[in-house]
């Protein structure tokens, strides 16, 4: 890691950046804030190509332009500069969502300044930082540059209504929004669920996710 790391904050709500700031600086003293900005847009006018951050820190819910629409244009732009989340969004859409776009951390805003250090360490040293609720090993599998996909015949047999409910559930879609877009009943989509949890041996939405991803089932 270069002896200063380069950071970039972006979250609408000042008061937060600050003591984000001060986090920062108890986990990470070698480091230098290049900016704050409010969003999005406030994020592209203050960058400067000639001295850009290695790290942005971003929250997800922000007004004039969300995590969702920054983390996009980083990906066009600034495929470099890697993305660490801190939100207190923690649902498994928004995770996911996130996760398809690159970032390379996901953590609450009551983070503790020990694993806000460790984050921004693991991200600089092994390109990525997820807690449990998201096994980094997985998450390079699907990130990585070079990483084969199993051939389908090699994978468990799903029915096509299972795979568009994998498809769907990869989505922002809730269960409820899926079993509608399917007309079936949420008591019918819990069966599929729960049969897909057994079959691809995972235990959560994000853990489909995941698996659909790396093994090309949806794109990334």
Request: hydrophobic share 40%; net charge neutral; charged share 30%.
């Amino acid at each position: 890691m270069a002896e200063i790391l380069k950071l970039g904050i972006v979250d609408d709500h000042r008061l937060f950046r600050k003591g984000l700031i001060t986090l920062i600086e108890l986990a990470h003293p070698k480091c230098e804030i290049l900016f704050e900005a409010d969003n999005g847009l406030d994020l592209q006018r203050k960058l400067i190509k000639k001295n850009l951050p290695e790290i942005i820190i971003m929250d997800v819910n922000m007004p004039g332009m969300d995590g969702f629409a920054s983390a996009q244009w980083l990906k066009e732009n600034y495929p470099d500069i890697k993305i660490l989340v801190v939100s207190m969004v923690e649902k498994e859409e928004t995770i996911v969502r996130m996760l398809k776009l690159g970032v390379k951390g996901y953590l609450s805003k009551d983070v503790e300044p020990q694993e806000l250090g460790e984050a921004l360490r693991s991200i600089m040293n092994r390109g990525f930082y997820y807690t449990d609720y998201l096994t980094g090993k997985l998450v390079m599998s699907i990130q990585s540059e070079g990483v084969g996909k199993q051939k389908l015949d090699k994978l468990p047999q799903m029915n096509e209504r299972e795979k568009l409910f994998l498809e769907l559930a990869c989505s922002e879609l809730t269960y409820n929004e899926i079993a509608d877009k399917m007309f079936l009943s949420p008591k019918t989509i819990d069966g599929y669920r729960n049969s897909l949890f057994e079959k691809l041996n995972v235990k959560s939405r994000v853990g489909l996710a995941l698996y659909a991803v790396r093994h090309g089932l949806v794109p990334l």
